[in-house]
C-alpha cells in the first residue's frame, strides 16, 4: 500500500539536483560529491558497471545510479532498502 522506489530508465527526468539518465558520471560525481558510494555492479564486474549510491542523513531513503562505467544508464529513488534491490522492486 506504499510506494517504495521509483525507477527512472529514460532520459529527460532529472533528480532535484539536476542528474539525468543519459549523464557523464563526472557529472553526477560533480552534483553529489564524496556523499556518493561507488561499488562494482552485480552484472558486469570487471567491466565498468558501477552502482552510485547516496543515503539521506537518518538512512531510511536512497538514490541509486546505474552506470555502464561513463553515464548513468538509470536511477532509482526509495527506501533505503528498496533502492538496494539488484533487479527492481517488485
Known amino acids: 500500500g506504499r510506494v517504495a ?13 539536476g542528474a539525468a539518465v543519459g549523464d557523464l558520471v563526472s557529472k553526477v560525481h560533480a552534483l553529489y560529491g564524496g556523499r556518493l ?6 552484472f558486469g564486474s570487471g567491466e565498468g558497471m558501477q552502482y552510485l549510491t547516496m543515503f ?8 541509486r545510479f546505474e552506470t555502464d562505467g561513463e553515464r548513468v544508464t538509470e536511477y532509482y529513488v526509495g527506501t533505503a532498502e528498496a533502492v538496494q534491490f539488484i533487479e527492481d522492486c517488485l
Do not use: C, F, P, W
Request: hydrophobic share 20%.
Open 5 to 17: 522506489r521509483i525507477d527512472v530508465t529514460k532520459r529527460g527526468i532529472e533528480t532535484l539536483s
Open 37 to 42: 558510494r561507488a561499488r562494482d555492479h552485480d
Open 56 to 63: 539521506s542523513g537518518d538512512r531510511h531513503y536512497g538514490i
